[in-house]
């Protein structure tokens, strides 16, 4: 449209104005390149013909201006779109490792507990065993027997134990994935207020 810069709050009637003004310039020059003769006729010197093909040109510009603008808000509001629902499943995820987390604390929680009773039933039956000289064998059996049941505890544990470092460190990185997405959709709703902000002006 005729090397001229327009500013985004024009209006469509100075629009109009002002391409119908530059092809104007542009009819005339052609003119007086291609008719020496005319080349004293000004810019205002234009047929009807010419003036409605300028004002078709225009229309048709004007057009495909505003269907452009629409698909790029349809653009940027399926983006939004596809933002809010990975915000989602994001939100799920979370909710589902806190739960987990959960769990596994409460059976931390009764394991600790069962490893404190198994402990002070094994040092009672010891204390009790040993009284008896003719008992000692049976308190050592016992004692045995309650030493490996320990050390299942103690691995069941330290399992437990990793499952839930993994699932703080799973929650950590999913907390920063929402922190991105809000940050993106933050941008994206920005990006749409500016462009309906271009449009209605």
């Known amino acids: 449209m005729a090397n001229s810069t327009l500013p985004k709050s024009t209006s469509h009637e100075t629009f109009l104005g002002l391409y119908v003004k530059a092809e104007k310039r542009i009819a005339a020059r052609h003119r007086r390149n291609s008719h020496p003769d005319l080349s ?19 229309q048709q510009y004007f057009m495909e201006l505003v269907s452009a603008q629409k698909r790029m808000n349809d653009s940027i509001a399926k983006g939004i779109e596809e933002a809010l629902s ?23 929680h009764n394991q600790s507990k069962q490893l404190q ?62 922190k991105d997405k809000k940050a993106e959709t933050r941008e994206l709703q920005y990006e749409v207020q500016a462009k309906e902000t271009e449009s209605t002006s």
């Open 117 to 178: 009773k198994v402990e002070a039933e094994r040092n009672e039956e010891v204390e009790r065993r040993l009284e008896a000289e003719e008992d000692r064998k049976a308190a050592d059996k016992l004692f045995e027997e309650q030493r490996v049941q320990l050390s299942i505890v103690t691995k069941d544990l330290n399992r437990l134990k990793q499952v839930s470092d993994a699932a703080t460190y799973r929650e950590g990185k999913l907390k920063k994935e929402l």
């Open 40 to 58: 004293k006729l000004s810019e205002d010197h234009i047929s009807i013909d010419e003036h409605f093909d300028i004002t078709d040109k225009f």
């Open 86 to 108: 990975q915000l989602k499943d994001v939100y799920c995820k979370i909710e589902a490792d806190e739960r987990e987390k959960h769990m596994m604390s409460s059976k931390l």
